[in-house]
């Protein structure tokens, strides 16, 4: 539907969004920082990855939100791996963009580093994790996105690990259907 000018031919208020095809990778891109504290501690002495899969679901929603326009809901973590423990005063960073986006859905990956509070060191890669989002309308129907457009190497290799991601998830959800058939 159109939008209808107001006098001055600008879209009248409330008027409906132009529909985007496609959008950059890096137009969405965000980084969040967060300083850890001690309530956020497991009984290891060490920041829970729950507190940190928080925080990796909040700042891959709002890349998804950002990227398909409106309301997108989580659908699976494809993977999240810890390569070191967060320490109490660690300040954290949670980098985030969509790798690779379907007809509704969309794969955000998220690069979580970490440096002290105190002192100027060098940040240490503590984590990364791979998110499939779906975008929703106002009924909680999928609904289309724009297409990612992959600007550097990096983000083209980004776009094919996410499809072999996407390719390994899909047969695996068949390979479970089969055996479930096959035992009925």
């Known amino acids: 539907m159109p939008a209808t000018p107001s006098a001055d031919g ?10 985007v095809t496609s959008r950059s990778a890096s137009a969405t891109r965000l980084s969040l920082s967060h300083i850890t504290a001690q309530h956020e501690t497991n009984l ?16 891959a929603g709002v890349v998804a939100a950002r990227h398909s326009g409106g309301p997108a809901v989580t659908a699976s973590m494809d993977e999240m791996v810890f ?12 980098t985030a963009q ?3 986006t379907g007809r509704s859905s969309m794969e955000v990956g998220v690069r979580i580093t970490a440096d002290r509070w105190d002192s100027v060191s060098p ?6 994790a791979y998110l499939v989002f779906v975008a929703v309308d106002e009924e909680g129907k999928p609904r289309p996105v724009p297409q990612v457009v992959p600007e550097t190497d990096e983000d083209h290799r980004r776009m094919r690990e996410a499809e072999i991601r996407r390719s390994h998830r899909l047969a695996r959800r068949q390979a479970i259907i089969a055996s479930r058939e096959a035992t009925e």
């Open 10 to 19: 600008t879209p009248a208020e409330g008027a409906a969004r132009q529909e």
């Open 44 to 59: 290891l002495g060490t920041v829970h990855g729950g507190v940190v899969m928080t925080l990796v679901d909040s700042v």
């Open 83 to 94: 390569l070191v423990p967060v320490r109490v005063g660690d300040v954290v960073h949670f």
């Open 98 to 100: 969509v790798n690779w």
């Open 123 to 128: 940040q240490v890669h503590v984590a990364t």
